[in-house]
């Protein structure tokens, strides 16, 4: 399933994500740019009351790049999908940090 999320970076400030594989410890993203391995960020999936918060380190980079076989690669993807893997470090809930493990 797919899931829009908004990241927060410190440094990279706001950004809209596309969330997959999400898993009570860790998930991927689709994002514009790849933050540094080892940057916390701070996810929120969903809006409203029902939102959830989670700040997460950056695992992992993969660079996407769908193109058939012995075909060259079209000017439009020079700048291929970013997909990063996060782990959760801890759920916020009203502003208090709860520990991924309390949550499981």
Same mark, same amino acid.
């Given at each position: 399933?797919? *899931?829009? *999320?908004?990241?927060?970076?410190? $440094? &990279?400030?706001?950004? *809209?994500?596309?969330? @997959?594989?999400?898993?009570? #410890? /860790? #998930?991927? $993203?689709?994002?514009? &740019? /790849? !933050? !540094?391995? =080892?940057?916390?960020?701070? +996810?929120?999936? =969903?809006?409203? !009351?029902? #939102?959830?918060? *989670?700040? /997460?380190?950056?695992?992992?980079? @993969? &660079?996407?790049?769908?193109?058939?076989? =012995? @075909?060259?690669?079209?000017?439009?993807? @020079?700048?291929?999908?970013? $997909? +990063?893997?996060?782990?959760? $470090?801890?759920?916020?809930?009203? =502003?208090?940090? #709860?520990?991924?493990?309390?949550?499981?």
């Amino acid at each position: 399933m797919l *899931v829009p *999320v908004v990241v927060h970076t410190e $440094l &990279y400030g706001e950004s *809209v994500a596309i969330a @997959r594989e999400i898993q009570p #410890a /860790a #998930a991927m $993203l689709h994002m514009v &740019y /790849a !933050p !540094p391995l =080892g940057t916390v960020v701070t +996810i929120v999936i =969903g809006e409203g !009351p029902v #939102a959830i918060t *989670v700040r /997460a380190e950056v695992t992992h980079h @993969r &660079y996407e790049l769908h193109v058939p076989k =012995g @075909r060259p690669v079209p000017l439009d993807l @020079r700048e291929p999908p970013r $997909l +990063i893997g996060v782990r959760f $470090l801890e759920f916020v809930d009203g =502003g208090e940090p #709860a520990i991924a493990e309390q949550i499981q």
